[in-house]
């Protein structure tokens, strides 16, 4: 069975400080997606990485993709308020075109 | 383009009774899908399409549950009749190819008595 998980689920952080989300997954997918969600809103797309190796950066999130370990990183700099959501990472699943999500991480960054 | 067009944003009905949600995808996106966010069960794939076809429809819960994609610019997810556990957040997204980053729309809130 296909698995996407990410830790830590919660995350209570203090503005401006780092932090990491690690996203595992089970499959070969060579691409991952990052989505955002704020309370009561929809999912927005913040990152595709397509590759081994690909990093990407905006703002103060950068995520990165090492498909050999089948890991992806989502790695917060100086947290602020306004980061405050659920991050979700995704994965290709089984048929052609759709996509497996994690559970997401709920993060709150407190002043 | 006004992105993934969902309605209606909110729907609140009762038990047994039919519910049917819409959804516009983005112009030019081959792909479709439907999904279900709980609480309990998180983002749940339900169905998808590709040029108006259903691809894959395992994750539909049960017989209730239908989806049709008249064209490409409508689909709709009828649950007939519904129930109390249907209630949850139902998001469509759309596509321009397989494995391409999907566009959600802003979903409909079903609350069902």
């Known amino acids: 069975e296909l698995k996407v998980e990410q830790n830590p689920l919660f995350l209570s952080m203090q503005e401006g400080k780092n932090y990491t989300i690690y996203c595992n997954y089970s499959t070969t997918s060579d691409r991952l997606y990052w989505y955002r969600q704020d309370p009561g809103k929809s999912l927005e797309s913040l990152f595709v990485l397509l590759s081994n190796g690909a990093v990407k950066q905006e703002g103060r999130l950068m995520a990165s993709l090492d498909t050999k370990a089948r890991l992806s990183t989502l790695h917060i700099t100086a947290a602020v308020h306004d980061l405050s959501a659920t991050y979700f990472c995704?994965?290709?699943?089984?048929?052609?075109?759709?996509?497996?999500f994690g559970k997401g991480t709920k993060l709150s960054v407190k002043p | 383009d006004a992105g993934v067009i969902q309605s209606p944003r909110h729907e609140v009905t009762e038990m047994g009774q039919e519910v049917t949600l819409r959804c516009k995808p983005i112009?030019?996106?081959?792909?479709l899908f439907w999904y279900r966010q709980t609480m309990m069960r998180g983002l749940e794939l339900l169905i998808y399409f590709n040029n108006n076809v259903p691809i894959d429809d395992s994750g539909m819960p049960e017989d209730r549950f239908s989806a049709k994609m008249p064209n490409a610019s409508f689909s709709t997810l009828k649950i007939q009749p519904s129930e109390p556990r249907d209630s949850a957040v139902y998001f469509c997204?759309?596509?321009?190819?397989?494995?391409?980053?999907?566009?959600f729309g802003p979903g409909t809130r079903l609350t069902v008595t």
């Open positions: 997204a759309s596509s321009e190819g397989p494995n391409y980053e999907q566009y």
């Open positions: 995704a994965v290709d699943g089984r048929s052609q075109g759709n996509l497996i």
């Open positions: 112009s030019g996106h081959d792909y």
